[in-house]
């Protein structure tokens, strides 16, 4: 059993929950919980290694049948030292980055893209929302959180193993290359001049940006759209919760059509 901090397995555990750089360096992420690892494993991700605490192992006896990676027992003290948690359940997983890939368009797909979203919660909370809702990829954009720091990882709650999730370096960019492949891009705007989530087409490829919780969408990001489209709202309500504003546009954006 593993009880010192000191443990090599531990420190590279601690300096995977400690940042973005870390994970790319290292090619890994560390997933806490043990529906998370259990929907790592069922995913297909590469999971090199296990940790678990006595106690946890004997609640989740699936984990000496995975038949993946290598299973390491922690000590209580070493799990709250790796844990992102106030109260761990001391199951923790490795696993290996997905490669990086390019956006690549569906006939008919429905998208979703970030214009520097920063808050961790909310990510994780849309990256959940496109897995229901049917939409074929987010396109994250500069600025957004890291999809594999732990809080996000825990609002999905799984659902960033089965969701494609991509990132682009100039999202204006991607918003001209959608329109020059037939899909339109909408950017997502507290403008009642705008056409409203029930007037997007139902048919087709189509994108909406949502922008940043304090300042909405970027200028360049705007202009490089189709048009705006708005959520109507009672008089009294002035904005939604970033997280609220895309579920209600991936509903309208695919829902109807599910």
Do not use: H
């Not at 690892?37 to 991700?45: F, K, N, V, W």
């Not at 192992?57 to 106030?86: C, F, H, M, Y």
């Not at 970030?114 to 809702?133: K, M």
């Amino acid at each position: 059993m593993i009880t010192s901090r000191e443990n090599g397995v531990v420190k590279l555990c601690r300096r995977l929950r400690s940042g973005g750089k870390a994970r790319r360096e290292e090619g890994l992420f560390l997933a806490e919980g043990a529906r998370l690892c259990r929907e790592a494993l069922s995913a297909g991700l590469s999971v090199p290694t296990l940790l678990a605490t006595p106690e946890a192992l004997e609640k989740n006896p699936w984990l000496e049948g995975s038949g993946r990676g290598e299973l390491l027992l922690i000590s209580q003290g070493v799990a709250e030292a790796v844990s992102d948690t106030k109260s761990p359940q001391g199951v923790f997983c490795l696993c290996a980055l997905p490669e990086e890939q390019e956006l690549s368009l569906r006939p008919e797909g429905r998208y979703l893209l970030l214009d520097r979203l920063q808050d961790p919660g909310n990510l994780g909370t849309i990256i959940r929302g496109a897995e229901a809702f049917g939409i074929a990829a987010l396109v994250l954009g500069p600025g957004c959180p890291d999809c594999f720091s732990p809080k996000v990882l825990r609002s999905t709650m799984g659902s960033l193993f089965r969701q494609p999730v991509f990132r682009t370096g100039d999202l204006p960019g991607t918003i001209r290359r959608m329109a020059g492949e037939g899909f339109p891009v909408y950017a997502a705007m507290l403008d009642p001049q705008a056409r409203t989530v029930r007037e997007l087409p139902e048919s087709g490829g189509l994108g909406v940006v949502i922008g940043n919780e304090g300042s909405g969408v970027s200028r360049p990001a705007a202009e490089a759209c189709a048009g705006a489209v708005y959520i109507p709202m009672a008089p009294a309500i002035e904005s939604l919760n970033a997280a609220a504003a895309a579920s209600v546009l991936m509903w309208e954006m695919s829902g109807r059509r599910r």
